[in-house]
């Protein structure tokens, strides 16, 4: 097999993954990824030991020891861009030899758990929960790029989605890994995660700007595919979800919910609720 070229699979003269700079033997089988950098310590303070502390630009990386078993939690930083090469990239540390640069014969699959923060979309998501994403829906044209396998009814949903919102592209869903959500969430409100290519119009939100389509959010917020609504907003976890499956690694995306764009409302204290997913999950390891 040819090797795959210096330019296509980048490796830092230690050896290291481009943007991670990380070596194969440094991540562990477990992954837990936030997207604020500051939130990494947050989590690797409940473990046991620190093994190594690594960062480039938004990817900050602890692995270690949490009650005896390995475990790395990595920032992503903010939308699917960035997840794109994080999934990438970790994938390339346990399934491509980086030496001979050719894929290794068998492929290892990682547990991948986000432990990010959302604005809730309905009513009935109170303000300070946690909730899983059943599904991931990207409003990103990530997907536009690759082959995604996709159900008929997901497609389906992606279809009346752009139909609805009158889109150029249309937006993909894909499902969570249900044995994670079995270990992980099974006390967590279930929803379908609306992943956006950004924070504001993409979300409904007007400052001195506002969305092009003036009756955007009641459109998401009505939307109902044979009883598929969407339940909350975020960044990351459409995409999370299509690298994964193209990749075959298992992934999981647990929300807290910090906003309330029905009710105007943010949390009183984000904090909180983002320790309480934190702990939640660690408990659960
Ligand atoms: O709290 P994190 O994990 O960053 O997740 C959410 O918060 C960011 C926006 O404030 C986006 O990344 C969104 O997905
Ligand atoms: O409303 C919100 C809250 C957190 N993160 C988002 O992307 N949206």
Redesign the pocket.
């Given at each position: 097999m040819q090797p795959i070229p210096s330019s296509e699979l980048i490796l830092s003269p230690n050896g290291s993954i481009y943007h991670l700079h990380l070596l194969p033997e440094q991540i562990a089988d477990t992954i837990l990824t936030?997207?604020?950098p500051n939130r990494v310590e947050m989590v690797s303070r409940y473990f046991d030991k620190i093994e190594l502390r690594i960062q480039k630009r938004e990817f900050v990386t602890h692995t270690g020891l949490l009650n005896g078993k390995r475990v790395t939690v990595i920032s992503s930083g903010?939308?699917t861009d960035n997840i794109e090469i994080l999934m990438t990239e970790l994938d390339a540390l346990v399934n491509i030899d980086l030496k001979t640069r050719t894929p290794n014969p068998s492929t290892r699959s990682l547990s991948i758990i986000r432990l990010?923060?959302?604005g809730a979309l309905q009513q009935d998501i109170p303000l300070d929960s946690l909730l899983v994403s059943e599904y991931g829906i990207g409003l990103d044209t990530l997907m536009c790029f690759y082959n995604l396998p996709q159900t008929e009814n997901e497609m389906a949903i992606g279809k009346k989605l752009q139909q609805n919102l009158a889109l150029p592209f249309t937006p993909y869903a894909v499902a969570c890994d249900t044995d994670l959500k079995k270990q992980f969430a099974f006390d967590m409100l279930p929803g379908n995660t609306l992943t956006c290519p950004g924070?504001y119009a993409p979300q409904g939100r007007k400052l001195r700007l506002s969305p092009k389509n003036s009756e955007y959010i009641e459109k998401l917020v009505n939307f109902n595919h044979k009883n598929f609504k969407l339940t909350n907003f975020?960044?990351?976890t459409s995409g999370y979800y299509a690298m994964a499956k193209l990749l075959g690694h298992k992934i999981l995306s647990v929300n807290a919910i910090i906003a309330s764009r029905i009710n105007h409302q943010f949390s009183s204290n984000p904090q909180k609720v983002i320790e309480r997913m934190i702990e939640t999950v660690l408990e659960r390891v």
């Open positions: 936030v997207g604020d903010m939308g990010g923060t959302s924070f975020e960044m990351e």
